[in-house]
């Protein structure tokens, strides 16, 4: 009984030392953050930088609160713009690189037709694609799933490839079946890599969103920013930005816990 309250007791005492640690860890990009806001203030007052080149922070925070509902009211289309074209980008990437991995013949197929897509710029895709689909949902998730389509098919044809041959050698000993050795073997190889596929796309789609909808839109975050510019709102446009940003750091944030919970272990120290 000694034992298990000292137990207790010694966890009790850690516990704000751990939280003291993680904030400690935390405080350089805070104090960073903090002296570019103060920066970027410094520069507006000193050099007397007009509001519709360059808004001060304090203006920025006050379109915030002016602009509230506005901005809200943009910010939904583009995140359901975002996360379908998210999940619809990287699920055709994840089931066509299990394609290659499994079919040399279309890897050597499809493969090429993948890089030459990905070579054309967005920007110039956007609208042909409007042009085919109108100025709907239908293309602004369609570009948002591209821009994230490609890092995650390179990412995770590597990942199914970077098995140990030891590892695969003794499955076929054990008699294992292709079935077995995807799910027990490949999959679990392929997770590091295709988390960090989908940090870049949790990004990436944002923007593809955004670009969709400078294209063909009266909605959404993109539009308001076309909207806010050429109106020379600049604090709403600086706001705008911002929220776009606070947009792709969520879905950042949440692919991040997602790996966390699936990838348990960790790889061995290098000494």
């Not at 949902?137 to 030891?166: E, Q, S």
């Not at 596929?197 to 839109?217: D, F, N």
Request: hydrophobic share 60%; proline share 6%.
């Amino acid at each position: 009984m000694t034992d298990i309250a000292e137990s207790r007791s010694a966890d009790t005492h850690s516990a704000p030392y751990a939280w003291f640690e993680k904030s400690r860890e935390k405080l350089p990009a805070i104090v960073a953050v903090i002296g570019l806001l103060v920066l970027w203030q410094g520069i507006v007052w000193i050099f007397s930088v007009p509001t519709y080149m360059a808004p001060s922070p304090f203006e920025v925070l006050g379109a915030f609160r002016e602009n509230a509902a506005i901005l809200v009211s943009n910010f939904w289309p583009t995140f359901f713009e975002a996360l379908l074209g998210f999940v619809c980008g990287n699920l055709v990437a994840i089931l066509l690189a299990v394609l290659f991995v499994h079919s040399q013949t279309a890897e050597r197929a499809f493969y090429p037709i993948a890089v030459f897509i990905n070579t054309i710029p967005i920007i110039a895709v956007a609208p042909i694609l409007v042009l085919i689909f109108g100025n709907g949902l239908a293309p602004k998730i369609i570009i948002a799933a591209l821009i994230c389509f490609f890092p995650t098919l390179v990412n995770m044809v590597r990942g199914l490839k970077a098995v140990n041959p030891a590892t695969l050698d003794l499955m076929r000993v054990l008699s294992a079946t292709n079935s077995e050795v995807f799910w027990k073997v490949r999959l679990q190889s392929s997770l590091p890599f295709l988390f960090a596929a989908l940090k870049i796309a949790s990004t990436t789609c944002v923007i593809g969103a955004i670009v969709a909808e400078w294209i063909g839109s009266n909605f959404g975050l993109g539009a308001l920013i076309i909207e806010a510019t050429y109106n020379f709102r600049s604090p709403l446009l600086y706001a705008t930005v911002f929220t776009a940003a606070l947009l792709a750091v969520c879905l950042f944030t949440l692919v991040s816990f997602a790996e966390r919970y699936f990838i348990r272990w960790k790889a061995p120290a290098v000494h």
